[in-house]
């Protein structure tokens, strides 16, 4: 009568299910693709891959950490 109706419970959890996984494919995805990109760049340039995975894996924590922040 004064709007939109409320949409289901259901409704809202495949919304909520539909914007997560959007979400990751978008955003989360691209930063694991770039950490690894930067581990392999490490390793061929010379560094350890032990080193290449601290680093890869410290920037993709910042990373995240920002992304959760926002």
Do not use: Y
């Amino acid at each position: 009568m004064f709007g939109a109706e409320t949409p289901s419970v259901d409704e809202q959890r495949e919304a909520w299910a539909s914007g997560l996984l959007e979400i990751r494919a978008t955003l989360i995805a691209p930063l694991f693709d770039t950490a690894d990109g930067m581990k392999a760049d490490l390793i061929t340039r010379g560094w350890s891959e032990t080193v290449a995975e601290h680093l890869a894996a410290t920037w993709l924590a910042a990373m995240l950490a920002r992304v959760g922040a926002a």
